[in-house]
């Protein structure tokens, strides 16, 4: 499985982007997903998750009301749309992705697919 994000870019303090995930496979579309991210210098974190069926998500506490998670499971398609941008923000933002049942872990070590990353940079 493969997965490719885009959607990055600058953005000033406030401003708003989407990011998008796809799957190369269709098969892929009833499993987990995931967005993290990875600032200069620190480890990557957990952002938000999304279930299979669509119907749980999890949002880390810091982009939590600002940021949402969603998914075309008929594309295989996971997206990230992020609000009221904050500095703090920038980081090279990572889409994955897991099979499994039940509640999607928000664990970096849980995934075993990931994509190339895109860079998401929010100016002051």
């Known amino acids: 499985v493969q997965l490719q994000a885009s959607g990055g870019g600058l953005v000033q303090t406030g401003g708003s982007l989407r990011l998008s995930c796809a799957a190369s496979i269709r098969t892929f579309s009833n499993c987990h997903r995931g967005w993290f991210r990875q600032a200069p210098g620190k480890e990557r974190e957990f952002v938000a998750v999304?279930?299979?069926?669509?119907?749980?998500?999890f949002y880390a506490d810091s982009v939590k009301g600002r940021f949402t998670i969603s998914r075309d499971n008929a594309e295989s398609i996971v997206y990230l749309q992020m609000n009221s941008l904050k500095p703090e923000d920038t980081a090279v933002y990572y889409c994955?992705?897991?099979?499994?049942?039940?509640?999607?872990?928000?664990?970096?070590?849980?995934?075993?697919?990931w994509g190339q990353g895109t860079l998401v940079t929010v100016s002051s």
């Open positions: 994955a992705g897991q099979y499994g049942l039940g509640t999607p872990s928000t664990r970096v070590s849980e995934y075993a697919y």
């Open positions: 999304i279930s299979g069926s669509g119907r749980s998500t």
